[in-house]
């Protein structure tokens, strides 16, 4: 396998077997064919990855966090588990996770975020802006993105009161996930945004399409 | 206040000060101004009422039930509180809150979810299929209804391994939701149709708007 980088445009056409490397605080699109496995994998360490995938297509069936939290009967997916569209098609199917705890109830980190919790300026870069940046350069509508797959991101919640507390990723460098594609789909890939998610430090992420 | 039923049509006009009551596996859809108070009634207790709002227009901001657990810091909503819109815009207060408990990670009960888990032949009315029907009297495209505020579920998730369990809802009788909007919206409400959800049977919900 070969790294391609630094820099990566919008638009991506991955061959199979060549890393992609996602700058820090960048995004990208692609697409992945049925049967296919992309893999992400943590470079560094710690550093979360936003997932946020459709089918293509007016109304095309996307990812839901919520039905997919109700099919699997568990907040956390990990190997086996499967990724469901909003009209229960299976979208992904987990396969080798090495780590095992990734978000499905936050939405990728915006430019509206860090300003009401952050005292941003609206120039921090998000995982909601690059997601629709580079979906739109297949189409996707900005308002089409409305959840994400938060690989790595650890978000638990306390059982007696339900307060949250975001806990830095517990990927290693060289971590991965695999997710198999149960459908065609539109894909749009980040390296989180977020300083407050990611350990301090914002990073890179890698990616592969196998098969 | 007068009750009108006990059926409703799918789109509703509501007076100020006026109860509805939406019957068993239904649901409605009308407008709310910023200002006016929704007031969701659970008159039998333990019923579901699964709501679904967003801005009126093409690429309308809708609820996003990510964005709000983000704000609030927590799973659980109540009196206080604020429901976001995906742009985090706040869309409801929730003003009085009899309960406690509702619900912003499962997405509304479907035809599909019936089928594949509970062994339905597909007939079964879900909530769904009633924000879709409701909402598209409204202008509405179905793939815009992502997610939802399921007002008075109760669904709990266990600190260490994630497991989900959806118990009774906590309402009794009379028990209300009190919701102020705070941007102009479209608004889906149902009676929830999941008998697993719901105590085994499915019962109606009132809904008033006040101001």
Chains 1, 2 share one sequence.
Not at 10 to 23: D, M, N, Q
Not at 39 to 45: A, I, Q, S, Y
Not at 189 to 211: M, Y
Request: hydrophobic fraction near 40%; charged fraction near 20%.
């Amino acid at each position: 396998m070969t790294s391609v980088g630094p820099r990566s445009p919008l638009l991506l056409a991955p061959r199979a077997g060549v890393v992609h490397r996602i700058p820090p605080a960048t995004g990208v699109a692609f697409r992945v064919a049925r049967g296919q496995t992309l893999r992400v994998t943590d470079p560094l360490g710690h550093q979360v990855a936003d997932l946020f995938s459709l089918v293509a297509g007016e109304g095309g069936e996307a990812l839901s966090s919520g039905r997919s939290i109700d099919y699997a009967d568990k907040l956390w997916l990990s190997s086996g588990d499967v990724l469901h569209g909003s009209r229960s098609t299976p979208l992904w199917r987990i396969g080798r996770d090495d780590v095992g705890r990734h978000d499905l109830t936050l939405t990728p980190c915006s430019r509206e975020m860090f300003v009401k919790l952050r005292g941003d300026d609206g120039s921090h870069p998000s995982c909601q802006d690059n997601l629709e940046r580079a979906l739109a350069t297949l189409g996707v509508a900005a308002h089409r993105i409305t959840c994400s797959f938060n690989i790595f991101m650890d978000v638990r919640f306390d059982p007696a009161t339900g307060k949250m507390t975001i806990a830095p990723p517990a990927s290693r460098a060289g971590d991965c996930i695999e997710l198999v594609a149960e459908a065609d789909q539109l894909v749009g890939l980040t390296a989180c945004s977020s300083e407050v998610t990611n350990d301090g430090q914002l990073k890179p992420i890698d990616f592969v399409l196998l098969g």
